[in-house]
C-alpha cells in the first residue's frame, strides 16, 4: 500500500516537476503566487512553487524521496519506480494538462448550473414575491433591485463561461500539440 501511496504521490509531484522543466520558457518573468511543502511520512523534503496555478517541484527532491530512479538523456529526464513506470517531461505536461482540462470543465458544468438554477428558480421567485410586495413600497423595491443584482450576476457568470471555455480551447491546442 506505502509502494502505491508513494507512487500517487511522485506521480502528481511529476505532473508539476517535470512540467516546470518542460514550459520552463514560459515561465520566465512570472509571479510566484505561492510557496508549498512536499513532505513525506511529515518530514520535509522540498520547496514546490506555485505560478499559473501549478505547482513546480524540484525533480530530483522528488524522485529521491520516493525511491524512484533518475537519469537525464540529453533535455530528458526520466524517472523510472521499480524499473517499471517511466514519466517524461512531456508525459507529466500532457498529465497536467489533462488535469487542468478536467478542472475548467468542472468550472464550466458549475456555472452552467449556476446560471440554470438562477434563471429558472431563483429569479422567477423574487419576480413573483416582487409583484405580491408591489403595494408595498419599500419591500417591492428590495425584491426587484434584488432580481436586477441575480441578473447582472448571471451577465458576469456568462461572461466566466466564455473565458473558461477560451482557457479550454488553449488546453486542447496545448494538447494537441503534444500529441502530435
Same mark, same amino acid.
Given at each position: 500500500?506505502?509502494?502505491?501511496?508513494? +507512487?500517487?504521490?511522485? +506521480?502528481?509531484?511529476?505532473?508539476?516537476?517535470?512540467? %516546470?522543466? %518542460?514550459?520552463?520558457?514560459?515561465?520566465? &518573468?512570472?509571479?510566484?503566487? +505561492?510557496?508549498?511543502?512536499?513532505?513525506?511520512?511529515?518530514?520535509?523534503?522540498?520547496?514546490?512553487?506555485?505560478?499559473? &496555478?501549478?505547482?513546480?517541484?524540484?525533480?530530483?527532491?522528488?524522485?529521491?524521496?520516493? &525511491?524512484?530512479?533518475?537519469?537525464?538523456?540529453?533535455?530528458?529526464?526520466?524517472?523510472?519506480?521499480?524499473?517499471?513506470?517511466?514519466?517524461?517531461?512531456?508525459?507529466? *505536461? *500532457?498529465?497536467?494538462?489533462?488535469?487542468?482540462?478536467?478542472?475548467?470543465?468542472?468550472?464550466? %458544468?458549475?456555472?452552467?448550473?449556476?446560471?440554470?438554477?438562477?434563471?429558472?428558480?431563483?429569479?422567477?421567485?423574487?419576480?413573483?414575491?416582487?409583484?405580491? *410586495?408591489?403595494?408595498? &413600497?419599500?419591500?417591492?423595491?428590495?425584491?426587484?433591485?434584488?432580481?436586477?443584482?441575480?441578473?447582472?450576476?448571471?451577465?458576469?457568470?456568462?461572461?466566466?463561461?466564455?473565458?473558461?471555455?477560451?482557457? *479550454?480551447?488553449?488546453?486542447? %491546442?496545448?494538447?494537441?500539440?503534444?500529441?502530435?
Amino acid at each position: 500500500m506505502k509502494k502505491i501511496i508513494s +507512487g500517487v504521490i511522485a +506521480g502528481v509531484l511529476l505532473i508539476g516537476g517535470a512540467s %516546470a522543466f %518542460a514550459a520552463s520558457n514560459n515561465l520566465i &518573468g512570472q509571479k510566484v503566487q +505561492g510557496l508549498f511543502s512536499i513532505e513525506k511520512n511529515g518530514a520535509k523534503i522540498a520547496d514546490a512553487v506555485i505560478i499559473n &496555478g501549478s505547482a513546480y517541484a524540484p525533480v530530483r527532491s522528488v524522485a529521491e524521496a520516493t &525511491g524512484a530512479e533518475l537519469t537525464i538523456e540529453g533535455k530528458k529526464i526520466i524517472m523510472s519506480v521499480d524499473g517499471k513506470t517511466t514519466i517524461t517531461p512531456k508525459s507529466a *505536461l *500532457l498529465l497536467n494538462l489533462n488535469s487542468q482540462r478536467d478542472q475548467v470543465i468542472r468550472e464550466i %458544468a458549475k456555472r452552467e448550473a449556476g446560471i440554470q438554477n438562477i434563471e429558472s428558480d431563483v429569479i422567477p421567485t423574487h419576480e413573483q414575491l416582487a409583484e405580491e *410586495l408591489a403595494n408595498n &413600497g419599500t419591500l417591492g423595491k428590495q425584491q426587484l433591485g434584488l432580481v436586477e443584482s441575480l441578473k447582472k450576476q448571471i451577465v458576469e457568470m456568462k461572461s466566466e463561461l466564455v473565458t473558461l471555455n477560451q482557457q *479550454l480551447v488553449e488546453i486542447d %491546442a496545448k494538447i494537441a500539440d503534444l500529441l502530435k
